[in-house]
């Protein structure tokens, strides 16, 4: 059952933008998520093994997020809010709950601007609320004529393996599926793209595995992908780190030696493995002309 929880803030306002998807605030409706990847960051004793079991609805986010935009909206401090930067705002009880598509209606109200990463084709319930928001979300000065619009989406993939995906992330949509909605969100008009976080280190980030995600996101009409490496996590029973590698040591035995030496006793691989590997995504991004970032 869900369990449900009281709040005093709900609009975090980061330090500064994301370089990646150039949020300025987030809003997660849920703590846990029931996608339950095995590599997610957000993971450790807190939520166990199975993050379903444990997730918790923030039971007074709506009054609070208005709150908390009007006075932001007042002070004009617009900025691009990510729905759902530590949950996926798009898990299966937001079928009935309907609580990312109360955020987005107050969103609409106060016109903030959007992101949202999803890996879940639920979000198509939500395409008219969306176009709304693009239209008339108001953004920060410097984005004005570099981005033009309200709304940026994004589906996350890690790999077009469906076997490795069903195991790694056994609560979220078939990679397929996930490339399907792109074009669907596209062909509905809006900036939509690829969010390849994280690539997986042997098994998606040899040179034909990042050539097929590339390809398949051009082909599913992408306008952008963005590809990053791996962090795990802690050494609990329910960290990141520790499930990981017993899915290594259980599937891809022969890759566990090669994850020792390039994590060590670090929950991230070594700058010069992400050098190499943006390097390998930039030259990809050319051959199939995609952006790698979301605007020019
Ligand atoms: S969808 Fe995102 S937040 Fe949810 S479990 Fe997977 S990585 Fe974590």
Redesign the pocket.
């Known amino acids: 059952m869900l369990s449900q929880k009281s709040v005093k803030s709900v609009l975090n306002k980061h330090k500064k933008r994301d370089s990646w998807f150039l949020d300025e605030y987030s809003v997660n409706p849920f703590e846990g ?1 029931s ?3 095995l590599y ?1 960051y ?1 993971r450790g004793s807190k939520y166990g093994e199975n ?1 379903n079991e444990r997730l918790t609805l923030k039971s007074n986010i709506l009054p609070v997020l208005e709150k908390q935009l009007q006075l932001r909206a007042k002070k004009n401090q617009y900025g691009i809010v990510a729905v759902g930067s ?3 705002a798009y898990m299966h009880h937001e079928e009935k709950l309907e609580i990312t598509k109360a955020i987005l209606e107050l969103l609409l109200k106060y016109r903030f601007p959007v992101f949202i990463s999803t ?1 879940q084709t639920l979000i198509t319930r939500d395409i008219a609320l969306l176009k709304e928001i693009d239209k008339v979300a108001i953004l920060p000065v410097d984005l004005k004529l570099s981005l033009k619009r309200g709304v940026i989406l994004s589906v ?1 993939l890690s790999t077009t393996n469906e076997k490795i995906s069903n195991i790694l ?1 056994p609560g ?1 949509a078939p990679p397929l599926q996930r490339l399907q909605l792109i074009r669907q969100l596209k062909t509905e008009g809006f900036l939509a793209g690829v969010n390849a976080i994280p690539i997986l280190p042997f098994i998606s980030d040899t040179e034909e595995e990042l050539e097929k995600i590339i390809a398949a996101a051009k082909q599913h009409d992408a306008d952008y992908i963005l590809a990053g490496g791996l962090t795990l996590f802690g050494d609990g029973m329910a960290d990141s780190k520790t499930l990981y590698y017993k899915f290594l040591q259980r599937y891809k035995p022969e890759l566990v030696e090669k994850y020792d030496l390039l994590f060590g006793d670090k929950f991230y691989a070594p700058w010069k493995y992400h050098d190499e590997l943006k390097s390998k995504a930039d030259l990809l991004c050319r051959k199939y002309n995609i952006r790698n970032r979301i605007i020019e």
């Open positions: 998520c996608c339950n990847c997610c957000i993050m530590a949950t996926d890996k996350s992330e979220a």
